[in-house]
């Protein structure tokens, strides 16, 4: 999106380069995605919008699509990879080819709404994901979880009229996109958190919100939106989550997999821009969905 713009190839880099290191690769199944087809887009996108996404697609340099949103001739082939990998990922569960899957992907996708590119994203990833587990195979109730800094505004849009679906989050408010705090229901249950706030008050909402109304709701797979800019080295934002804290919730949120979804889980990489904090995060919160 730019030489200085924080959402950079340098993120996947750093995670594969520290799972390489810490010797987690050789315990890890891993595939490249395919791309998500017009179909699965459509299933949560406005066919309109994917047309003018693809037909803004540049032969060469820089065309925004908002302020913070930037494709050059490539970025329409890694976002399609993007949704892909959670489709592929959602596939591979289902059938058993995997437990559970983390998708180490780019641009990230939970600020795409159904009509909207914003926030570094084209199309919403785990929404695509759980659509195509709702459609092509036939679940009844799924479940996102989003623990980014910022609101998953774009998988609320998306699926707030949608009762197969829940959405439990934290984010810090007030910040962009500004949102999250209207639409909470008792499926959208979006908790904002305070500016500073660290990991005793994330596990709190965990303990005393997320696991009640996830367990109430007994879904049938749980899709992550992983955003590790929550972390207190990560300058986009100002909340103080740490390593462990990802760890915790990751054993939290297996919990409810195991008890009502037959421990099936697909994440999928949202932010992250401190680029050490979030590879040792990731790397936590691989080793906890694997059990290693």
Request: aromatic share 6%; charged share 20%.
């Amino acid at each position: 999106m730019g030489t200085q713009h924080p959402e950079s190839p340098d993120r996947l880099t750093a995670i594969e380069d520290y799972l390489l290191a810490t010797g987690l690769t050789q315990n890890l199944l891993t595939e490249v995605a395919p791309k998500a087809s017009r179909e699965q887009l459509l299933r949560v996108h406005d066919a309109g919008y994917v047309d003018s996404v693809a037909s803004a697609s540049p032969q060469r340099g820089l065309v925004h699509l908002d302020p913070d949103t930037a494709m050059n001739p490539h970025s329409l082939s890694a976002a399609l990879h993007a949704a892909g990998a959670v489709v592929r990922a959602t596939d591979m569960v289902i059938g058993g080819l995997a437990e559970n899957a983390f998708c180490n992907v780019r641009p990230p996708g939970h600020h795409a709404c159904r009509r909207r590119a914003m926030g570094f994203c084209f199309f919403n990833n785990v929404a695509v994901g759980a659509a195509h587990a709702l459609e092509a195979h036939g679940l009844q109730r799924v479940a996102v979880v989003d623990f980014d800094v910022h609101h998953g505004n774009g998988t609320e849009d998306i699926f707030e009229e949608d009762s197969r679906v829940m959405m439990v989050s934290t984010f810090q408010h007030p910040f962009y996109p500004y949102s999250g705090t209207q639409g909470r229901s008792q499926r959208m249950v979006n908790i904002p958190l305070a500016a500073r706030s660290d990991g005793t008050q994330f596990r709190n909402v965990v303990e005393q919100i997320w696991l009640p109304a996830l367990d109430d709701f007994r879904p049938q797979m749980v899709f992550i939106s992983a955003g590790f800019d929550a972390h207190r080295d990560d300058d986009m934002a100002s909340l103080g989550l740490v390593e462990s804290d990802y760890a915790w919730v990751t054993k939290q949120i297996k919990a409810v997999a195991a008890a009502h979804a037959e421990g099936r889980i697909v994440s999928t990489l949202e932010g992250g821009y401190n680029l050490r904090a979030l590879a040792r995060s990731v790397a936590l919160h691989i080793r906890e969905l694997a059990g290693i």
